[in-house]
């Protein structure tokens, strides 16, 4: 996940284009399978979910840029990036109890109205509305919905599936099942750490298999 940037430079990245990323290092990782669970909100019933990463991989729309985004309507002008990790991690640290109305401030740079500048807090909610819809039309990444429908009462709905947690937990999972072959092989054989996590998978797998575990 190109290594050569630092994770500052990461944090200024667009969340569409993180997750991006993300998909594809999941894919290296993983492969290429995901499976979720979901409740339906209409009758309960739980249901199981297989896709893949291409099902969920959207392509940046031509001639998208990180840098800003300009959007005019109404002889309003207002200038913005689209949302980062950083933004999305300042706002959490924020006490207000509206977090739209804080990403939307991050996010605005330079607001205008008839060519003066004008205070962001006063863009009107018309305004507000087409700058947030510009805003998602050029990251679509960053908000990836999955379409349900429920085999039991027929309910359809959209999931919202997010890379960022999803992987999290796929690392915490493999990270502790690693520790626990570590643990199990070190028993019974008396290897050290550092001679167990030099060897493949495969011969792991097989040395636990021959332990009878």
Not at 17 to 30: G, I, S, V
Not at 148 to 162: E, G, Q, T, V
């Amino acid at each position: 996940m190109n290594p050569e940037r630092s994770a500052e430079v990461w944090a200024r990245v667009s969340i569409g284009e993180r997750d991006r990323r993300l998909l594809q290092m999941r894919e290296e990782l993983f492969g290429d399978s995901l499976e979720t669970m979901a409740v339906c909100p209409k009758c309960s019933e739980r249901l199981e979910l297989s896709f893949s990463t291409s099902d969920v991989l959207v392509s940046a729309p031509a001639g998208a840029r990180e840098d800003g985004l300009v959007v005019e309507a109404s002889g309003y002008e207002v200038t913005c990036h689209l949302p980062t990790s950083a933004d999305l991690l300042h706002i959490t640290q924020s006490t207000g109890p509206d977090l739209h109305e804080a990403m939307l401030k991050r996010c605005v740079e330079v607001a205008r109205l008839g060519g003066e500048p004008l205070d962001r807090a006063a863009l009107p909610d018309e305004i507000v509305s087409i700058v947030i819809d510009k805003m998602s039309k050029a990251d679509p990444q960053a908000d990836v919905q999955v379409e349900m429908a429920c085999p039991a009462c027929s309910h359809r709905w959209s999931l919202s599936f997010d890379i960022l947690s999803y992987l999290w937990s796929e690392i915490e999972d493999w990270a502790q099942r690693l520790l626990l072959d570590v643990h199990t092989l070190a028993s019974a054989y008396g290897w050290s750490e550092a001679d167990i996590l030099t060897m493949s998978p495969r011969r792991r797998r097989i040395y636990l298999e021959m332990a009878g575990l």
